[in-house]
Structures are given as structure tokens and as C-alpha cells.
């Protein structure tokens, strides 16, 4: 549910998600409010990879354990692109809470506050 990476510097990463036709989590020819939050997980998963990589390090899983003050503005059409920015506000042990926003040509669609936990397990990358 990311299709790149756009920009990963600090506690800020932008993703990009371009929605098609075909895709699990489309609803008729909407996003579904499912697929609006596992983009936001997969940005924030996408922005741990990125900063494991730029540290030479293995990527490891993290998991998403609770989902805050989400706020859907509407869901997006096949064809849209989303923007999805990922900002962590705050980082204790292996613990992260991060704000995520969503949008679509500048205009917004979603938010929402998710706390991560990582782990120290290697994710399997296929090449």
C-alpha cells in the first residue's frame, strides 16, 4: 500500500500511493476507511525500513498496537494519488508514536496518531 518512498529525513518520511483498480482494499471505486489506515501503517513501517537501511542496518518489523483520534475526511477514488506524511512525535525504547496525515492533491483525507512498537526481528525482503 506504498508505491515509493519520496522523501525520509529525521522523524519525517512521504510516501507515495497510487490507487488502481484490483487492489484488496477497494470498496466499488473508493479506498476503503481499511485501506486508508493500512496505508498510513505501511508508510510508518516504510519510514522504519528507511531509517534501518540509512543506518546499515537489517529491517526489522514493527507492529502497530493502537490506532488514535483517526479522523476520515472521505475515502479516495481509483486514480488518486496519495500523499501520505508520517511524523514521529515522540520515541521511548522501542516504543513510537507517530502523526499521520493523508492527502490527495493538497487536499486532506485523513489522520490519525498510531504508536508502533518495533522489534528486533528481521523482516523477509524478496529480490
Known amino acids: 500500500m506504498v508505491d515509493e518512498v519520496v522523501s525520509c529525513e529525521g522523524c519525517d518520511a512521504v510516501t507515495i500511493f497510487r490507487l488502481t483498480p484490483g487492489n484488496i482494499l477497494i470498496d466499488g471505486d473508493r479506498l476503503s476507511v481499511a485501506g486508508i489506515i493500512e496505508n498510513m501503517a505501511q508508510s510508518c513501517a ?50 513510537m508514536l507517530a502523526e499521520v496525515t493523508v ?14 512498537a518495533m522489534t528486533n526481528i528481521e523482516a523477509y525482503l524478496e529480490e
Do not use: Q
Request: aromatic letters at 4%.
Open 103 to 116: 492527502s490527495s492533491d493538497d487536499e486532506p483525507i485523513a489522520s490519525a496518531r498510531m504508536k508502533i
Open 46 to 95: 516504510a519510514r522504519m525500513g528507511c531509517v534501518d537501511w540509512m543506518r546499515g542496518e537489517p529491517i526489522k518489523i514493527g507492529y502497530v498496537g493502537d490506532v488514535k483520534d483517526c479522523s476520515i475526511v472521505r475515502r479516495p477514488r481509483i486514480g488518486e494519488t496519495l500523499h501520505t506524511h508520517v511524523h514521529i512525535v515522540e520515541k521511548v525504547f522501542r516504543l
